[in-house]
C-alpha cells in the first residue's frame, strides 16, 4: 500500500526558510513523478512544484518560482521541497503527492497524497 508522510511543517516569520520532507513507501518510486501540492484556507489544492522521475526536470508554478526548490533523493525514497524567502501568502497544508507516469506538472496526473504538513508564515 502507498504511503506518503510529510514533516518538516511549522511557524515562521516573513523572509525565513522551511525545508519539508516526504518519506514515500510507493512501489514505483524511482519511475514516477513526485510533487508537492497546497491548500490554503479556504482554498483548493494546486500543485505548486514536481519532479520527475529522474530528478532532472523540475516544474513550478508561478507562486513559488525562484523561492522554492524541490528535489529527491532514490536512494532513500525521499522528496524534499525548500521553501526560502516566505510569505504570509504561502500560509498554507502542503501535501507530498505521487504520480503515475515518470513526468508529471498537472494536479489531476497525481493519484495519491499524503496527509500533509501545515506551514504558517506570519508577518
Known amino acids: 500500500q502507498e504511503q506518503l508522510v510529510e514533516s518538516g511543517g511549522g511557524a515562521v516569520q516573513t523572509g525565513g526558510s522551511l525545508r519539508l520532507s516526504c518519506a514515500a513507501s510507493v512501489r514505483s518510486f524511482t519511475t514516477s513523478a513526485m510533487g508537492w501540492f497546497r491548500q490554503a484556507p479556504g482554498k483548493g489544492r494546486d500543485v505548486i512544484a514536481s519532479?520527475?522521475?529522474?530528478?532532472?526536470?523540475?516544474y513550478y508554478a508561478d507562486s513559488v518560482k525562484g523561492r522554492f526548490t524541490i528535489s529527491r533523493d532514490n536512494a532513500k525514497n525521499m522528496v524534499y521541497l525548500q521553501m526560502d524567502s516566505l510569505k504570509p501568502e504561502d500560509t498554507a497544508d502542503y501535501y507530498c503527492a505521487v504520480a503515475s507516469a515518470p513526468i508529471a506538472t498537472r494536479g489531476y496526473e497525481f493519484n495519491y497524497w499524503g496527509q500533509g504538513t501545515r506551514v504558517t508564515v506570519s508577518s
Open positions: 519532479i520527475n522521475s529522474s530528478g532532472g526536470l523540475t
